[in-house]
């Protein structure tokens, strides 16, 4: 996606200095920070640009006249249009298969784009075998309810598995060497890193045509890093600027961005489930679609979803884990 031609006008998405105001030197600048695209910019925040010594007028012009240029070329919506266009337009995004149909019903088709996924649960209730399903499922023709491009898979607690994917790909009748070919990995060793990667996303995003982000999880390190109350507001503030940059950056480059959530026991639950996501309001404002998962009978697993725009409260669907990754459960005889 280089340019976009529409009916006024072609848009060369990588010329920053089309925009009025960026120079050479201006453009170097922004480069610096990993912004190298007109969607890059327009997925940036104005107070990002000031850090790199750009004033705070110029920062919010450039910031706007960035999404300008996306809104009349037709990468982005108009500010203000009839919600029957939205529906439309809705009708029109992408939604990614997680290899079991009753998951896929319970989503309303599948991992939607321009959005972000959450996927929480306990350690061994299937987060992680359903990323590695999507990362193979994402590269499938679009008749197949795939995106036809790339995965770019972020991994914090070094549990992404090669040669499951190689398992996944075969089972699935795909070549296995051509689907790993089509991940891009990053392995990511403190929250500092993470923000750093997340950063400089955009550009991996163009260079690879990758149509599925997964950060596997989001919450580690900076669980593992801000230990007690006196660090949770310093956290929460870092991790509401992680969150809404792959926001923002799912909603411009038109992907799919999946991340995992772990949970954490509540002493005052006497009742029920003890476990809560992680991560406290700022996560569970951030995230499009939230979807508990936990093991149930037979080694089957249970998927509701917490938290949705739209979709039916405590909507549910069983699934399991084989060979293939995510699968149907067969109907028993």
């Not at 075998?129 to 790339?150: F, K, M, N, S, Y």
């Not at 991996?204 to 045509?209: L, S, T």
């Not at 992680?278 to 149930?296: E, F, K, M, Q, V």
Request: glycine share 8%.
């Amino acid at each position: 996606m280089g340019s976009k031609k529409t009916a006024e006008k072609e848009v060369d998405i990588f010329d920053l200095q089309s925009i009025e105001g960026i120079g050479k030197a201006t453009e170097e600048k922004l480069a610096s920070a990993g912004i190298t695209s007109v969607l890059d910019l327009a997925a940036a925040t104005p107070r990002e640009l000031m850090e790199l010594g750009i004033s705070a007028e110029k920062a919010e012009e450039f910031c706007l006249k960035a999404r300008l240029i996306l809104m009349e070329s037709g990468f982005l919506d108009k500010e203000f249009i009839p919600a029957s266009e939205v529906m439309e337009r809705r009708k029109a995004l992408q939604r990614l298969t997680t290899g079991s149909q009753s998951l896929d019903n319970m989503l309303g088709g599948g991992v939607e784009t321009q959005a972000i996924t959450e996927l929480i649960g306990e350690f061994g209730c299937g987060k992680t075998q359903i990323c590695h399903t999507l990362c193979v499922t994402a590269q499938l023709p679009a008749d197949e309810r795939g995106l036809e491009g790339t995965a770019i898979y972020i991994d914090t607690e070094a549990t992404f598995r090669p040669e499951r994917i190689s398992q996944i790909a075969e089972a699935r009748g795909l070549p296995p060497k051509k689907i790993l070919d089509g991940i891009i990995f990053a392995n990511v060793y403190n929250s500092s890193h993470l923000q750093l990667t997340i950063k400089e996303l955009g550009r991996y995003i163009e260079k690879f045509k990758a149509k599925l982000v997964v950060v596997d999880s989001i919450i580690s390190h900076f669980r593992a890093e801000y230990v007690g109350r006196g660090t949770l507001a310093e956290r929460q503030q870092r991790l509401n600027d992680l969150l809404h940059r792959l926001l923002r950056m799912a909603q411009v480059h038109n992907i799919a961005v999946v991340v995992t959530n772990q949970v954490q026991a509540n002493p005052d639950q006497f009742f029920g489930d003890p476990n809560k996501p992680s991560g406290g309001h700022i996560l569970a404002h951030s995230s499009t679609y939230r979807i508990y998962i936990r093991r149930s009978a037979n080694n089957t697993r249970l998927a509701r979803i917490i938290d949705s725009p739209y979709h039916p409260a405590n909507a549910e669907a069983y699934f399991k884990i084989t060979e293939k990754g995510v699968e149907d459960l067969q109907e028993e005889k």
